[in-house]
T-cell receptor, first 115, second 111 residues
Framework: DTAVSQTPKYLVTQMGNDKSIKCEQN?????MYWYKQDSKKFLKIMFS???????INETVPNRFSPKSPDKAHLNLHINSLELGDSAVYFC??????????????FGPGTRLTVT | QKEVEQNSGPLSVPEGAIASLNCTYS??????FFWYRQYSGKSPELIMF????GDKEDGRFTAQLNKASQYVSLLIRDSQPSDSATYLC???????????FGQGTRLTINP
């Protein structure tokens, strides 16, 4: 059973296109996240949702729009893709928001390449 | 100053030895700390978390926390080649309830 799943695993597209990445978790967690990991392996949070409500919105271009239809799903839509968007995007989830023990479990990642 | 700092390595350790990974953080109000292991091309995997000063042991792994010095470390005893990976330190930032990651330390265990 996959706890946190993402689709697609690889995404190659041209500049200016619009693309979406989907994430689902079957852990019953309340909180979900999107992270970006750049070529230097630095992992940085982009967004966080708790029970479908946006909690964290880091300094991310507004070309990135997350959407949470229910607490088990968190999607990421990216408009007008740029070369600098090339990275690995990870979805993660944690059981509770505002918990001391905020253990996060990561999905397998989506490697986005913009040409 | 970066919020979470790690030596990026690479750190090379002979098989069977103790690998010591270090992390410092800037937010004195941080309360919980995590170590993730990431194999090349894979996702981060949680291996340890700690929120009380002192040591926490789990199998071959020991996490150490010193809040006064704003320092957290991970010791891996009896290092195995399968421990070769990048180790990410993450800090739960007080109030913001987000994990801030260090840049990771690449560890290589030499047979």
């Amino acid at each position: 059973d996959t706890a946190v799943s993402q689709t697609p695993k690889y995404l190659v597209t041209q500049m200016g296109n619009d693309k979406s990445i989907k994430c689902e978790q079957n852990l019953g967690h309340d909180t979900m996240y999107w992270y970006k990991q750049d070529s230097k392996k630095f992992l940085k949070i982009m967004f966080s949702y708790n029970n479908k409500e946006l909690i964290i919105n880091e300094t991310v271009p507004n070309r990135f729009s997350p959407k949470s239809p229910d607490k088990a799903h968190l999607n990421l839509h990216i408009n007008s893709l740029e070369l600098g968007d090339s990275a690995v995007y990870f979805c993660a989830s944690s059981q509770e928001y505002l918990a001391l023990k905020n253990e996060q479990y990561f999905g397998p990642g989506t490697r986005l390449t913009v040409t | 100053q970066k919020e979470v700092e790690q030596n990026s390595g690479p750190l090379s350790v002979p098989e069977g030895a103790i690998a010591s990974l270090n992390c410092t953080y800037s937010d004195r109000g941080s309360q919980s700390f995590f170590w993730y292991r990431q194999y090349s091309g894979k996702s981060p995997e949680l291996i340890m978390f700690i929120y009380s000063n002192g040591d926490k042991e789990d199998g071959r792994f020991t996490a150490q926390l010193n809040k006064a010095s704003q320092y957290v470390s991970l010791l891996i005893r009896d290092s195995q080649p399968s421990d070769s990976a990048t180790y990410l330190c993450a800090v739960n930032v007080q109030g913001a309830q987000k994990l801030v990651f260090g840049q990771g330390t690449r560890l290589t265990i030499n047979p």
